[in-house]
């Protein structure tokens, strides 16, 4: 696989921009970098990290550091492509939260079993469009000809993209974050009974463990722990309801093996323990 490197970047900005016509696939391949790739003509497939993406004018693709990137046969399309070390972003640009933000949910993000609805391409229309193209052609020119104060602006113009892609990006955030954490809550409800913990089911996603407690809580409105508790100890609630079950092997059926949690966990959300509910039933 080719591997382009820091140096293909040789301004010593940490920028480049160029415009290139491709009438070709393009291989497979790995860079050091960052890239914005912005469709000024044409159409397409691009990839990355085997995801396809449909292109045609007024979209703008994010390669991230070590992505795989490549172009498919039956393109023909004209792109500007931005090639940035992130020593050339300015502080504000590279806090943590930015970067989160544009990839909301395949950082920590992210549920990455979900990483298939993130999306690193978003699409400009009409009047945004027109902007993003004369804002392409002021970085072109700009590095073209290097005259004083050209990084300021290619640095202003860089960040000006990123703003544009993060509003397109957040326009669909809530709802694919929403379509996560239902994935996490069904998954949930359907391991409750076994050794289930909050940084287990992170890791599956790529969730940062903090991130996800929270986006439980606000979709949820319980933790973690409290949602599991209330899934184990109404499934104990429903054995002792309808079958003959000793309360030993329903609380193990339930997901637990400490009994004095067991007994404790029930006595908080029915009020009593489980032989007295039982009877009560």
Request: proline letters at 3%; glycine letters at 4%.
């Amino acid at each position: 696989m080719l591997l382009f490197t820091k140096d293909t970047i040789s301004d010593e900005g940490r920028i480049k921009v160029e415009k290139s016509t491709m009438l070709e696939a393009y291989p497979v391949h790995r860079h050091e970098f960052i890239e914005l790739v912005y469709i000024l003509a044409g159409d397409g497939f691009q990839v990355i990290d085997d995801r396809k993406y449909p292109v045609s004018h007024g979209n703008l693709l994010f390669i991230d550091y070590g992505q795989t990137h490549s172009i498919l046969p039956g393109t023909s399309m004209t792109f500007a492509h931005i090639l940035l070390e992130p020593k050339f972003f300015s502080r504000e640009l590279v806090n943590v939260e930015s970067i989160i933000d544009i990839f909301c949910y395949n950082l920590f993000s992210e549920f990455s079993g979900k990483q298939q609805n993130a999306t690193q391409c978003v699409a400009f229309y009409q009047e945004e469009r027109e902007m993003a193209d004369n804002l392409i052609e002021i970085m072109l020119n700009e590095y073209s000809r290097k005259e004083p104060g050209y990084l300021s602006v290619l640095r202003a113009s860089t960040q000006t993209l990123f703003s544009w892609m993060l509003r397109r990006l957040n326009s669909g955030t809530d709802k694919v974050i929403q379509n996560s954490i239902q994935d996490v809550v069904e998954y949930i409800n359907e391991h409750f009974s076994e050794k289930i913990e909050l940084n287990d089911i992170a890791a599956r996603g790529f969730y940062n463990p903090d991130y996800l407690s929270r986006l439980l809580k606000k979709y949820c409105g319980k933790s973690f722990s409290q949602y599991v508790k209330e899934k184990r100890i109404s499934q104990a609630a429903r054995l002792m309801r309808t079958t003959s079950l000793p309360i030993s092997e329903i609380m193990l059926q339930s997901g637990y093996t400490d009994s004095k949690m067991f007994y404790r966990h029930f006595h908080e959300i029915y009020g009593t323990a489980p032989g007295c509910y039982r009877k009560m039933e």
